[in-house]
């Protein structure tokens, strides 16, 4: 017996895994906005948890949050994209049917639920990424705030330490955002990201329905009072030939100009500057342009800085020119400092671009190049000549797809994705939507997503992923759009009010297998210096777990598509789930070496974020495990907190 303990001690000391003793010497900290701060790193200077022993991680408490459905008549899938608040000694948590939830960050149980009673039909995906935190002076009632904007168009404010609606707050506790929009549909217009909490500010975006009608509700960016819900300005995202509407007119009864680009994505802040970065989408109705839209895309697809106190432009800096591409800006403009002294902002982009931008200024710190792009050739469009390109960093995703490079698993596969390409217009990025279909690469979902990326300031150090999922374009004549059920016109946007409709839909193989029509990776995971623009490493994210048939996946390391954003650590880790396969990783920040994953219930198509409370508490990484209906992940309800073992 003592033979063999002593063999295993030998053993255990050679390999080095016995357990470490943990470090409660190090910092503390909360995780008060969703992306760590307004600046959006998702950084945390927590370093008990380091490279050494983050293979020790295990599951520490798992809270179910039971909002979740696979979708039916009334709304679709549901997709959990939660990023939880640590701050106020609480975690703060929503639902995807928006109820907002307060726990105990050790342990995960319960304080206080509140339910808002949201009407979710027509929603396309039940979806939350968040909610925000304020703290008053302790004059005021209800002086500690959640906020949370809703699926039906609600910003409602609650009692941090309660969950009680704040009545002082706009009426009984909430606004109606749908106030000065003129006509809004049915689930054409609400909010999916958490508002920007910027001093007494509560600054909100919004999500507009994709492809509807060129006259589609406003895009508007709005500030509201963080105590009373009074509107104070708004901006009314016009070209500076128009007039805009103002806060004054709204409560004077106008309506904000219809069709203009909205910001679905996170806004960020910096407060000693007060500013407020917009990541901005296009103009409606999308993918067709025209005279229709008129002048309406000169703040589209943009990054936008707004004097916080009025909301007057500062300076807009535009990704895609004219786009009818829907490339969108989706992911949260992220500050940091450019070779330790210029204050900076990050633009990631759908294409796989990144723009490192002057944050007083919008001017590029890095060389851009205006390239000519492919021209529509549909009546009554226009493409602008040029694009603007980034030299440095260089594009991440690729821009160029030959016949040669069509792949597929099979050669039935091949013969297919070679067939469906050759049908297909294609000449490079940016090649416009056309009557015989085009192949749009990147994809309308990118690229870089709402996940956007994470920034280590020490060290200087960008992290982004990005998949590689392409899809196709076709634009259909208003007079051949009859009866789109039973029909072949797959995924229409119907953009009533102009000439033409536009089918979307993926470029992969037959359904069910659906698998992308090019080399993988589908996922990757880039590493960039701040100070050059150099890509440090890159390396596949994600494998085909779930995706393969006979338990094979794993041997496939060819990434996969992927949805939601990374954290960085002073313990020189990066952490991510993302992807298809519902795993959650840990890698090395300095080489993208995997150093632990641990596979989960349901994919994690969501940040994660990471906290501790006290001297004598541990670090606690936690990861909202829920699926996305879209993406075909099966929707679930977990929310997992990792630790290390005693």
Known sequence: MQKNVAICALTLALAGCSKPTINFSGPIADWPAVGQNNSGQRYSALNQIDRDNVAQLKPAWTYHLKDYSSGGESHGATALQLTPLVVNGAMYVCTPYNRVISLDPENGTENWVHDPQVDLTGVYTPACRGVSYWQGDGAEQCDRRIYVGTLDARLIALDADTGKPCTNFGEQGAVDLTTGLGKVNTAEYYLTSPPLVLGDKVITGAFVQDGQRVDAPSG????????????LWAWDPVPPTRTPVTADDIKAGK??????????????????????????GNPSPDHYAGTARSDLDYYGSSVVALNADTGKVVWNFQTVHHDIWDYDLAAQPVSFSFRGEIPAVIAATKMGHVFFLHRETGKPLLPIEERPVPQTDIPGEFTAPTQPFPIKPEPLHPATLTEDEIWGITPADKKYCRELFNSLRYEGIFTPPSFEGTLAYPGLGGGINWGSVSVDPVKQRMVVNLQVAPFTMKVVPQDEVTDVSGSDLVGLAPQRGTPYAVTRGVFATEYPDMKPCVEPPWGKLVSIDLNTGDILWQ??????????????????????????????????????????DHYFRAFDSDTGEL????????AAHATSMTYRLHKDSKQYV???????????SAPGDALIAFALED
């Open 595 to 602: 150093l632990w994953e641990q596979e989960l219930p349901y």
């Open 255 to 280: 309506t904000l100009t219809p069709g203009t680009p909205n910001a679905w994505g996170l806004l960020s802040g910096d407060e000693a500057r007060n500013l407020v970065f917009v990541p901005t």
């Open 539 to 580: 390396r596949e994210l994600g494998n085909l777990n779930k995706l393969a048939p006979l338990g094979l996946g794993k041997f496939f390391p060819w990434g996969t598509p992927n949805t939601g954003g990374s954290i960085q650590t002073a313990g020189g880790l990066i952490f991510i789930g993302a992807t298809l």
């Open 220 to 231: 508007a960016i709005r500030a509201f009072d963080a105590v009373s819900g009074e509107l």
């Open 622 to 632: 936690v990861i909202a495990a829920g699926g996305h209906g879209p993406l075909g």
